[in-house]
Every structure is written in C-alpha cells, then in structure tokens.
C-alpha cells in the first residue's frame, strides 16, 4: 500500500472483553470440576478518512482459563489467576495475531 494511502486513513478497533465465566463437569467417573475462563474478542479496521471505506481488517479471538476448582480423591484442589493479568497476555497475544498481515514474512518454495 502506498504511504500517501497511510496518510489518509484512520484505525478502528473495539476490543470486546468477557466477564470471567464459569464452567464445570465431572473427569472421569468421579472428579467434580468447576473453572472459571475469560474470552477477549478484538477485530481492526483501516478505513479510509477519504471514502470511509475499508483498506484493510483483521479479526481473532482468545480464551484464557483464570481458576479452578476440583474435588480429587476427596480433597479439594484450586487454582487462580488474576484476570486482569489474563487479559493483558490475551490482548498482547491478539495484537500480534491481528498485525501478523502487516509483517513482512518469507516462504521457501
């Protein structure tokens, strides 16, 4: 793309972030399991400020499991996370997946 075309357009990007959101089941035959997981959603647009029409776009999706509760053998198991840690590893992680087009890569064929 030319860099005049850089020049005239505008980026447009909502991030969509969930609430943690619980889950569980049994393992096996007998283990009972509760966890909790957070979804980020983010999608880019380059839309032009002269048309307003779409240059480029981009899009992905990440879900990080952020605790856990398990009763194994009769004692019960958990782990946590901070889910606001999640959600920095989850948008650094969607950045990077979203501008993978703007990159410059190599194939050998």
Same mark, same amino acid.
């Given at each position: 793309?030319?860099?005049?075309? %850089?020049? #005239? $357009? #505008? %980026? #447009? *990007?909502?991030?969509? !972030?969930?609430? /943690?959101?619980?889950? =569980?089941?049994?393992? &096996? @035959?007998?283990?009972?399991? !509760?966890?909790? *997981?957070?979804?980020?959603? @983010?999608? /880019?647009?380059?839309?032009?400020?002269?048309? =307003?029409? *779409? @240059? %480029?776009?981009? $899009?992905? $999706?990440?879900?990080?499991? !952020? &605790? $856990?509760?398990?009763?194994? &053998?009769?004692?019960?198991?958990?782990?946590?996370?901070?889910?606001?840690?999640?959600? &920095?590893?989850?948008?650094?992680?969607? !950045? %990077?997946? /979203?501008t993978q087009d703007l990159r410059p890569t190599w194939r050998k064929q």
């Open positions: 793309m030319a860099a005049w075309a %850089w020049s #005239r $357009s #505008r %980026w #447009r *990007t909502p991030i969509k !972030v969930s609430n /943690v959101k619980p889950s =569980g089941g049994i393992i &096996g @035959l007998a283990v009972p399991f !509760v966890q909790a *997981t957070v979804t980020v959603d @983010l999608m /880019v647009r380059l839309v032009s400020t002269r048309s =307003g029409g *779409t @240059l %480029w776009r981009s $899009s992905a $999706s990440a879900s990080e499991k !952020v &605790g $856990s509760v398990a009763l194994v &053998g009769g004692v019960p198991e958990f782990s946590a996370k901070d889910p606001n840690d999640a959600y &920095g590893r989850l948008v650094n992680s969607l !950045v %990077w997946t /979203v």
